[in-house]
C-alpha cells in the first residue's frame, strides 16, 4: 500500500524554469492538497482540491498553479520559479466524509531549491 | 482569522525526563478540529491525534497524553519518560469543521531527547 506517493524528493531549479511537482495517492481519497514547509513557519497550505475537476487556493497560492484531472493525481506547477519558493513541500490526501475532518496521510516532501 | 501558536520554539530534555508542548489556537467557530503531527528527522509527517471541539476529555495513548482546555484555547501534548526516539518537530494543527482538510498549522516545536 503506497498512500502517497511524491516526485522528485530533491530538485534543484534556476531562476525562472518550470516544473512539475507531482503527488499519487491510492486510497481513493477525494480530498487533496500541496503545503509548503518553511523554517519557523510550519506548513502552510498552497492549493486543495476536493474532488476531480475542482481545485481551489489556500493560503499562499501565488506562483503556483494545480489541477486535478483524476481522482489520484494532484500536480503542482511552478509557472517560473524564483529563490522565494526554496522550500520542502508536502502532498496531502484525506477521505471526505461529510464534515469528518480526517486526518491528513502526507507524502514524504520534495525539497526543492531555487538557485 | 484562525491562528495556532506553538509558543516553544525548541526544548531540550535529558531521556526519562516529562516534557509537555503548548499549543494554543484561536478561531470564532464553535466547531472545529485540532491535531498533532511528528516529523522525526527522516522528514516525513506523521499523525499522532485528532480532537474534536465538542470532546474535552483528555486522552492518553502509552506514553503520549493530550489536553484540551476550550476554556484556554489549549491543546496541549505531554510525553512521559521520554526517549531518544521521541526527538522530532512536533505541529499542532488546527481545522474548521466546515473546511475539513484545510489545515492550519503552529510553528512547530523542535524537541531534543538527549541519552
Known amino acids: 500500500n503506497a498512500g502517497v506517493t511524491q516526485t522528485p524528493k530533491f530538485q534543484v531549479l534556476k531562476t525562472g524554469q518550470s516544473m512539475t511537482l507531482q503527488c499519487a495517492q491510492d486510497?481513493?481519497?477525494?480530498?487533496m492538497s500541496w503545503y509548503r514547509q518553511d523554517p519557523g513557519m510550519g506548513l502552510r497550505l498552497i492549493h486543495y482540491?476536493?474532488?476531480?475537476?475542482?481545485?481551489d487556493q489556500g493560503e499562499v497560492p501565488n506562483g503556483y498553479n494545480v489541477s486535478r484531472s483524476t481522482t489520484e493525481d494532484f500536480p503542482l506547477r511552478l509557472l517560473s520559479a524564483a529563490p522565494s519558493q526554496t522550500s520542502v513541500y508536502f502532498c496531502?490526501?484525506?477521505?471526505?466524509?461529510?464534515?469528518?475532518?480526517?486526518?491528513?496521510?502526507f507524502g514524504d516532501g520534495t525539497r526543492l531549491s531555487i538557485l | 482569522a484562525q491562528k495556532v501558536t506553538q509558543a516553544q520554539t525548541e526544548i531540550s530534555v535529558v531521556e526519562k525526563e516529562d516534557v509537555t508542548l503548548d499549543c494554543v489556537y484561536e478561531?470564532?467557530?464553535?466547531?472545529?478540529?485540532l491535531f498533532w503531527y511528528k516529523q522525526p528527522p527522516s522528514g516525513e509527517l506523521v499523525f499522532l491525534i485528532r480532537?474534536?471541539?465538542?470532546?474535552?476529555q483528555n486522552e492518553i495513548s502509552g506514553r503520549y497524553s493530550w489536553n484540551f482546555q476550550k476554556s484556554t484555547s489549549s491543546f496541549n501534548f505531554t510525553i512521559t519518560a521520554s526517549q531518544v526516539v521521541d526527538s522530532a518537530v512536533y505541529f499542532c494543527?488546527?481545522?474548521?469543521?466546515?473546511?475539513?482538510?484545510?489545515?492550519?498549522f503552529g510553528q512547530g516545536t523542535e524537541l531534543s531527547v538527549k541519552p
Open positions: 478561531t470564532r467557530d464553535t466547531t472545529y478540529y
Open positions: 496531502a490526501s484525506s477521505s471526505t466524509l461529510p464534515h469528518s475532518n480526517q486526518p491528513q496521510h
Open positions: 494543527a488546527l481545522s474548521l469543521y466546515n473546511q475539513g482538510g484545510k489545515l492550519i
Open positions: 480532537r474534536n471541539s465538542f470532546d474535552e
Open positions: 486510497m481513493n481519497h477525494e480530498y
Open positions: 482540491s476536493v474532488g476531480a475537476g475542482i481545485t
